[in-house]
């Protein structure tokens, strides 16, 4: 349990990791409140039986206390069932993904309970918030055929019950500049001390590293000085780097990804290549193919410490997404912050976030700019129109703000 200073929000996470860990520690930094949280493990068992032991452990909250926010992970319905003094307070749910469009292998592997308990919780739910507009669109218009599966007794009305509660908050984009800033002075250090000159690229002033809430042009400021260091270092060493940020599962097409490396190596292209993220034992065989192959390409894989994580950001020139189940894309937008050129299917949430150019349709396609930036990774700074603004905690603050009622 973490407690603020302020009691008036209860906030509960079962899978207090990745994403879900990065909102919730910055909504009870910013806004105070009571966290409860499960380790991110084993989310099948999380949606399962965590409302079980939230109803266990959470102590009767406060009177001040006004507001219940959970990620769409908890079985909200079960909970309050078990605990009708939480029902009395103002529920809001969180869909950092939704089990309606979950891409499995086999349809036979779906567990219809994981969407139709997300279902559930969204009836029972006043408030109902989703990262992206494809998420809470392909949630909604889901549904109808998601209980076509139910044999006989089909509930009827379920859309409109739900529709009018939902609205779109986008999950909030908080760079790590402190450690930026950081980074840059390396690497100008690392430049003075190979001869190269960096007097001509905008002086790096920690003053412009904002704090908690500041405003977009700060961050601006700060990246525009981060874009240009980059630059510099991609002319003193002109091969390409390419990120690929991702868990190591299925669902964000690795198999599709090491075809493309494949292809990269067959065509003697310079490259090198760092494969971030995190994995259980049972490594896609794509992954462990292509790393023997790659060689001394290969800069980083699997997870590194979050200041590993921010400096291979910095560093990179082109980060990759191959993902068949997107809802957002966290680690994409980060690195494309950082100043990495992102390349995205056509596809899930990526056109809402991205422009056209950022978009392919095809792994040839995806290949093709690849090869194209390895021969010419200057290609890789241009000026791309992608609306961080729109992303950014400054922007997003007065939003929770008001969806969490305080």
């Not at 599962?249 to 190596?265: I, M, N, S, T, Y």
């Not at 921010?310 to 020139?317: M, Q, V």
């Not at 994409?332 to 299917?345: D, Q």
């Not at 603004?389 to 703000?401: E, M, N, S, V």
């Amino acid at each position: 349990m973490t407690q603020a200073a302020c009691s008036d929000v209860l906030f509960i996470e079962p899978y207090y990791g990745g994403s879900h860990k990065q909102l919730v520690d910055l909504l009870v930094r910013e806004f105070g409140g009571t966290l409860f949280t499960l380790p991110p493990s084993k989310w099948h068992w999380r949606t399962r039986v965590s409302a079980l032991h939230f109803a266990d452990t959470i102590p009767e909250p406060p009177k001040l206390c006004k507001t219940l926010f959970a990620s769409s992970v908890l079985n909200l319905c079960e909970l309050v069932a078990l605990r009708p003094d939480l029902g009395k307070l103002n529920k809001v749910l969180y869909f950092h993904e939704n089990q309606l469009i979950y891409p499995v292998r086999k349809q036979l592997e779906r567990d219809f309970q994981y969407g139709y308990n997300q279902i559930l919780s969204c009836l029972l739910a006043d408030v109902i918030l989703f990262n992206s507009h494809f998420n809470m669109a392909s949630f909604l218009d889901s549904i109808p055929s998601f209980l076509k599966l139910i044999p006989d007794h089909r509930p009827i009305g379920v859309v409109e019950r739900i529709r009018d509660k939902c609205s779109v908050l986008y999950f909030p984009l908080e760079p790590n500049l402190h450690h930026n800033i950081q980074i840059r002075e390396q690497t100008k250090k690392a430049f003075n001390d190979m001869g190269i000159n960096t007097t001509d690229s905008p002086q790096l002033d920690t003053t412009d590293v904002p704090q908690a809430g500041t405003t977009t042009p700060q961050l601006c400021s700060s990246r525009s000085t981060l874009l240009s260091q980059k630059l510099t270092c991609l002319l003193a060493t002109p091969c390409l780097h390419i990120l690929w940020p991702h868990r190591w599962e299925h669902d964000k097409g690795p198999d599709e990804f090491c075809a493309v490396l494949r292809k990269l190596l067959d065509a003697r292209l310079d490259f090198v290549v760092s494969i971030l993220g995190s994995h259980t034992n049972d490594i896609p065989a794509s992954i462990q193919e292509v790393i023997p192959l790659l060689g001394s390409r290969l800069l980083h894989k699997g997870s590194v410490s979050q200041q590993d994580y921010w400096r291979i950001l910095t560093e990179a020139d082109v980060v990759v997404s191959t993902a068949k189940h997107e809802f957002f894309g966290v680690a994409m937008l980060e690195a494309s912050y950082c100043g990495c050129y992102p390349l995205c299917p056509n596809r899930l949430v990526y056109p809402e976030i991205y422009p056209e150019e950022c978009l392919y349709n095809t792994e040839q396609q995806l290949f093709k700019r690849l090869r194209a930036f390895c021969l010419r990774p200057t290609l890789t700074r241009a000026n791309l129109q992608i609306p961080f603004d729109r992303f950014q905690w400054g922007t997003l603050k007065l939003q929770y703000k008001h969806s969490l009622h305080l």
